[in-house]
């Protein structure tokens, strides 16, 4: 399906502002710590919010992982310098991912396909979507390409969000649900999201509780149905910037491919969730 390649290669483009090493440049703002920066540069776009607002927006990370950097992130920094090392740190490691010589005008022709649609979408209820789609559009095209691809994933991720919502699974059922689908452990997502194994489990029992999950962890042919319905559903909430893509679809696809392959196989972005190696 269309729809589902394009969010994977907009989502693994994006994903270089996880997992470059440039990243760690935020211990210039105080900020040395991994999760620390992570939740300073993530949340920067909506300004210096509460962290109830940051898990609520997050949706799927711990309370005491939040509190790993908001608010005290800010005590050392604000939002512009953050997120002006951000795109600083991950024009870097765009640049050293994908060669000496990337074929700017490919990559402007991409951007430029892609933005204009998701810049029309309508942001009620995405929350970091709406606060991305305010931040400047970068002129260096390949940052304009990110930039692109992280409204793309932020509108998407943000529906997701609803999606669970609406299938009343919090956010640490759907990491038990993912781990029931054979994607990552209890061990890897709860390092990596920072939930407990006692929270884990209480979410297991909850799960079990409504027929969803076996005691084994593996999926009922109810929590199956459960689960492709919110697959579904988020593919049904993100069909309108892809709508607005129209014919262009394929032409984005052709772009972005070789670009996506080409961070992975320089080891830039990992191809898969969970990564290989836990960022800590």
């Given at each position: 399906?269309?729809?589902?390649?394009?969010?994977?290669?907009?989502?693994?483009?994006?994903?270089?502002?996880?997992y470059?090493?440039?990243?760690?440049?935020?211990a210039?703002?105080?900020?040395?710590?991994?999760?620390?920066?992570?939740?300073?540069?993530?949340?920067?776009?909506?300004?210096?919010?509460?962290?109830?607002?940051?898990?609520?927006?997050?949706?799927?990370?711990?309370?005491?992982?939040?509190?790993?950097?908001?608010?005290?992130?800010?005590?050392?920094?604000?939002?512009?310098?953050?997120?002006?090392?951000?795109?600083?740190?991950?024009?870097a490691?765009?640049?050293?991912?994908?060669g000496?010589?990337?074929?700017?005008?490919?990559?402007?022709?991409?951007?430029?396909?892609a933005?204009?649609?998701?810049?029309?979408?309508?942001?009620?209820?995405?929350?970091?979507?709406?606060a991305?789609?305010?931040?400047?559009?970068?002129?260096?095209?390949?940052?304009?390409?990110?930039?692109?691809?992280?409204?793309?994933?932020?509108?998407?991720?943000?529906g997701?969000?609803?999606?669970?919502a609406?299938?009343?699974?919090?956010?640490?059922?759907?990491?038990?649900?993912?781990?029931?689908?054979?994607?990552?452990?209890?061990?890897?997502?709860?390092?990596?999201?920072?939930?407990?194994?006692?929270?884990?489990?209480?979410?297991?029992?909850?799960?079990?509780?409504?027929?969803?999950?076996?005691?084994?962890?593996?999926?009922?042919?109810?929590?199956?149905?459960?689960?492709?319905?919110?697959?579904?559903?988020?593919?049904?909430?993100?069909?309108?910037?892809?709508?607005?893509?129209?014919?262009?679809?394929?032409?984005?696809?052709?772009?972005?491919?070789?670009?996506?392959?080409?961070?992975i196989?320089?080891?830039?972005?990992?191809?898969?969730?969970?990564?290989?190696?836990?960022?800590?």
């Open positions: 399906m269309s729809a589902r390649r394009l969010a994977k290669l907009f989502g693994t483009f994006h994903n270089i502002s996880y470059a090493p440039e990243m760690k440049a935020f210039d703002l105080g900020l040395p710590e991994y999760w620390r920066a992570y939740m300073a540069y993530r949340s920067a776009p909506m300004g210096i919010v509460p962290p109830s607002v940051v898990e609520a927006t997050f949706y799927n990370f711990s309370p005491s992982h939040v509190l790993a950097g908001i608010p005290s992130a800010w005590s050392t920094t604000n939002p512009a310098e953050v997120l002006a090392l951000r795109d600083r740190a991950i024009a490691a765009l640049h050293r991912g994908l000496d010589a990337p074929d700017v005008h490919q990559i402007a022709e991409a951007a430029d396909l933005l204009p649609p998701i810049l029309a979408c309508e942001a009620g209820a995405r929350p970091l979507f709406a991305h789609r305010e931040l400047a559009v970068p002129e260096d095209p390949i940052m304009r390409l990110w930039f692109a691809c992280t409204l793309w994933r932020e509108h998407r991720g943000d997701h969000n609803i999606a669970l609406a299938a009343e699974i919090d956010g640490i059922e759907c990491h038990v649900l993912l781990a029931a689908k054979g994607v990552g452990t209890k061990e890897i997502i709860g390092t990596i999201r920072g939930w407990s194994s006692t929270a884990w489990d209480q979410a297991e029992q909850r799960l079990i509780a409504r027929g969803l999950v076996t005691a084994t962890g593996t999926f009922t042919d109810a929590g199956e149905a459960v689960r492709s319905e919110i697959e579904a559903h988020t593919d049904r909430l993100a069909g309108a910037p892809l709508a607005l893509l129209g014919d262009d679809t394929d032409r984005v696809l052709e772009l972005l491919e070789p670009l996506v392959g080409q961070l196989g320089s080891g830039a972005v990992p191809g898969r969730w969970p990564p290989p190696k836990v960022p800590a």
